[in-house]
């Protein structure tokens, strides 16, 4: 009889499941559906599960990688975004109840580092730091080969540290993190400030501006897209400096889309990484590159969450 991992990616707008055989990183089966829909997310969760999985085939485990913050150890998701149904949820509680096999949860950019780690960018290297540019700024950290969690597994908010005292309002609440000035909507609102005051660009009359418009007139040679890639590189590439003094990796991992914004974003990021780290022994052996894993880091990461606990309970 076979055995499966189960793993799953819960986004705002889509529940995405696959089946894993335990041995493999191939999937069987991948399915995706709306988050929205009849029945409660968890529900919706457990019917997705059912219909992934091979009928008469074992569960080794399954894993989850939500939108935190979430308790990783109880399986508590105390407020997913966008998914507002999710407010101190024992996640881990109602999969156990239904399917009873291991069920382990992950906060999805801790699991997007763990997943890029074991199958992706960062083989080999037993020190990363992870942070994904999106429509937040995430991140996570593995640290002599272990998943960085903290007391209540709420470590490695890399997108949450300040890097403009009193600056602009971060979606958490407080201002000034680095979200706030170097996320896609940071990149996006600051752009259509400048155009707001006259500044010229092809972008001009553009409705909605987003990240990507800005990519792409970056690419085209627009010189305030260019500037706003800058300005975020800039401020990505000082945090990271405080990263290297903090963790001291072999590697940092940038994901998320606005990572696909090549060297407007590369090159003031590393830039500003050199002038602020405090020594260059930091810098010696780093490589700083993108993610490997594409759309596919959530259910990566859960996989390799589910190897973990199997890993460790066997
Ligand atoms: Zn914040």
């Known amino acids: ?35 929205k829909g009849p029945g409660t997310p968890h529900e919706r969760l457990i019917d997705l599960f059912e219909s992934v999985i091979p009928k008469n085939e074992e569960i080794a485990a399954i894993a989850i990688a939500a939108p935190g913050p979430l308790d990783p150890f109880e399986g508590i998701i105390f407020k997913a975004p ?14 156990h109840d239904h399917f009873n096999v291991p069920v382990a949860i992950g906060n999805d950019a801790n699991l997007a580092a763990l997943g890029e780690w074991r199958f992706g960018a960062g083989r080999g290297h037993h020190n990363l730091v992870y942070i994904t540019v999106s429509t937040g700024i995430g991140g996570g ?24 005292p009193d600056g602009p309002l971060c979606s958490c609440g ?9 996320s896609g909507p940071a990149i996006a609102r600051w752009v259509e400030q400048e155009l707001s005051q006259g500044i010229p660009s092809s972008m001009a009359g553009q409705e909605p501006i987003t990240a990507i418009v800005v990519s792409q007139a970056a ?96």
């Open 174 to 182: 407080q201002r000034g993190h680095l979200e706030a000035v170097a």
């Open 1 to 35: 009889m076979g055995r499966n991992y189960i793993v799953s990616d819960v986004g705002g707008t889509h529940l995405r499941a696959a089946c894993f055989p335990v041995e493999t990183e191939k999937p069987t089966v991948v399915k995706r559906i709306p988050t």
């Open 219 to 314: 690419n085209q040679g627009d010189e305030l897209a260019r500037a706003a890639l800058a300005r975020s590189g800039t401020y990505l590439g000082t945090a990271i400096a405080d990263y290297l003094h903090i963790f001291n990796p072999s590697l940092v991992i940038i994901g998320g889309g606005v990572s696909q914004s090549g060297e407007a974003l590369f090159a003031p990021m590393r830039t500003a990484m050199n002038e602020h780290v405090m020594s260059t022994k930091y810098l010696d052996n780093l490589t700083l590159t993108t993610a490997a894993l594409g759309d596919d880091v959530g259910l990566m990461g859960a996989l390799a969450l589910a190897k973990t606990i199997s890993d460790t309970a066997s």
């Open 141 to 164: 950290v593995i640290i002599d080969n272990q998943m960085l969690l903290g007391l209540r597994g709420l470590a490695a908010e890399l997108g949450h540290v300040t890097v403009v």
């Open 82 to 95: 966008n998914i507002p149904a999710w407010r101190n949820l024992p996640l881990r509680k109602i999969i």
